[in-house]
């Protein structure tokens, strides 16, 4: 187990990996870690995240934005693209000369080719400060596009297979307490699909989870592995309601005048919609932290829509929910040669989803109290894992799953990719 104070004095000498399963508290020691870089070291710190949601996690920036990387997913690209941002290239430079801290989340969704970009970035532009790297490879791996004739190592995947992570010297630093939940049983239940171990005692604890019929009664989250599936439930249930239907847009400003491919891109990223259909007593999800009011994953009951607001019911308390500014954001040296951002766009939205279905990909970082995992289809190694364990409490999760051979389903589907557990298994030789 490592505390903040390990943390911290391990950067001062290594750049740092941060790793642990699931509802371990890696999300709340990076946060910590950025904001006493801040506040008590007065030290530049960049915060970055490997998927939009990520990054508005976090409180930063996605790697691609930051690393004016656009489009590209290896050198060949990348090299085509430079020769078009100069201007933006030199700027970087000067940014990354006064940054003492990067930080970088859910690592796990980081691919071979793009650490060793990221890596090209640090080294062409003279970075001296220190990396700290978040996540779990037994969580989503990267997403890539299919092997193209510039790939040199097709069968490479992950930022542990790159020459750039030994070349990082990270110094490991695993935690392995589940805060999420306080139920041991399944916690140790959890650790074990983490490593995707499915024997007889997974087995049941999963087949008795399908008994768990009393979630009905509280109107639960569900979670499926396809989109199709959440945007047939969201709106078969929205249906349901006798009230009233409102729709309420985003406001978007191009401050920039950026490209309109780059706008939508990163719009698609962002853990909101672009049009939220609501009804007053519709179940929602709220998609990002606001400290002492409410975080990513709680549920609560529209009671009211309103022009700029809307009042919800979070338990016995009634919050009145604003639009929240989503800033695409970009970094500028001051005069006196310090940093500050700058949003190229803002994008406008309640932050609310639909409560009735969300995507497991869109589950990571949440806490649900009521869910119903919808495990039909699986289609990525650790996706299984993922859902399961946004779960608090196992008494109000439900294993939903129609197949006709359980066992084995369960073996087919619990399963992480090899060359993870060889990784892991080598840290702790």
Request: include cysteine; hydrophobic fraction near 40%.
């Amino acid at each position: 187990m490592s505390s903040l104070s390990d943390i911290l004095d391990t950067l001062k000498e290594h750049n740092v990996f941060l790793t642990g399963g699931a509802g371990v508290g890696k999300s709340y020691l990076t946060t910590e870690v950025i904001r006493y870089y801040k506040e008590y070291d007065n030290k530049e710190v960049v915060a970055l995240g490997s998927t939009g949601v990520s990054a508005v996690n976090i409180g930063g920036f996605t790697i691609h934005s930051f690393f004016v990387f656009g489009i590209s997913s290896n050198f060949e690209e990348l090299k085509n693209l430079d020769k078009r941002n100069k201007q933006r290239l030199t700027q970087l430079k000067k940014i990354m000369q006064t940054i003492d801290l990067i930080v970088i989340d859910e690592i796990s969704m980081v691919s071979c080719d793009m650490l060793d970009m990221i890596r090209y970035r640090l080294e062409s532009m003279g970075y001296s400060g220190r990396l700290m790297l978040v996540g779990d490879f037994f969580q989503l791996p990267p997403i890539v596009r299919q092997s193209s004739p510039h790939t040199l190592f097709a069968n490479r995947l992950y930022a542990f297979e790159s020459e750039s992570w030994s070349h990082l010297k990270l110094k490991v630093m695993q935690l392995d307490t589940i805060y999420r939940t306080s139920d041991e049983y399944f916690g140790a239940i959890l650790s074990k699909i983490r490593l995707g171990v499915c024997d007889k005692e997974v087995v049941e604890y999963l087949q008795s989870l399908r008994d768990n019929h009393g979630v009905y009664q509280n109107e639960p989250t569900y979670l499926f592995g396809r989109n199709v599936e959440v945007e047939q439930m969201n709106r078969l249930r929205l249906d349901a309601l006798s009230s009233e239907e409102t729709l309420l847009f985003a406001d978007v400003k191009n401050h920039a005048k950026l490209d309109t491919q780059r706008i939508d891109k990163w719009v698609n990223m962002l853990p909101v919609s672009s049009a939220l259909t609501l009804k007053v007593d519709a179940p929602v999800l709220f998609s990002v932290n606001k400290w002492g009011r409410f975080v990513n994953g709680d549920r609560g009951i529209v009671i009211a829509i309103e022009n700029d607001t809307i009042a919800v019911r979070k338990e016995d308390e009634i919050i009145r929910v604003e639009r929240h500014d989503f800033e695409l954001l970009e970094l500028d040296i001051d005069s006196e040669g310090g940093l500050h951002s700058k949003a190229s766009a803002t994008f406008s939205q309640f932050p609310l989803k639909l409560a009735y279905g969300v995507t497991i990909h869109k589950s990571q970082g949440m806490s649900i109290e009521q869910l119903v995992c919808n495990v039909d289809h699986i289609f990525a190694p650790s996706q299984f894992y993922v859902a399961i364990s946004r779960a608090t409490n196992p008494k109000n999760l439900k294993i939903d799953l129609t197949h006709s051979d359980i066992a084995h389903y369960l073996q087919r589907v619990i399963k992480v990719d090899q060359r993870v557990v060889e990784y892991y298994a080598a840290l702790n030789a």
